[in-house]
């Protein structure tokens, strides 16, 4: 398994923007998938964006399309998740996450970072 942390800064008001930043271990992040997930208070883990190993092909749930990108650094082992416009409803702790071992089951994670977005 990959080591993630991720960080970026929490605590943004309505309309805002952040970046996360997944940072990996090891020397094979290229070969992963990596993905982005959130968690809210009472909800499920939701998988809100991912992104191929090259890059090429990109995923996003739709609640955040259009205001959410998510790209990858193989040079610097980094997945970034550039988050615009942001709601009330997007306060969640995100989580990245990498498809180490079988294609399409995240299996490695980090330790989530809270995102509040303040009304």
């Known amino acids: 398994q990959v080591q993630l942390v991720e960080s970026g800064v929490g605590l943004v008001q309505t309309g805002g923007s952040l970046r996360l930043s997944c940072a990996a271990s090891?020397?094979?992040?290229?070969?992963?998938?990596m993905g982005w997930f959130r968690q809210a208070p009472g909800k499920e883990r939701e998988l809100i964006a991912a992104?191929?190993?090259?890059?090429?092909?990109?995923y996003y749930a739709d609640s955040v399309k259009g205001r959410f990108t998510i790209s990858r650094d193989n040079a610097k082992n980094t997945v970034y998740l550039q988050m615009n416009s942001l709601k009330p409803e997007d306060t969640a702790n995100y989580y990245c996450?990498?498809?180490?071992?079988?294609?399409?089951?995240?299996?490695?994670w980090g330790q989530g970072t809270q995102v509040t977005v303040s009304s």
């Open positions: 996450a990498a498809q180490t071992r079988t294609v399409g089951s995240y299996d490695s």
């Open positions: 090891g020397r094979t992040f290229s070969t992963y998938a």
């Open positions: 992104v191929s190993r090259s890059t090429s092909n990109t």
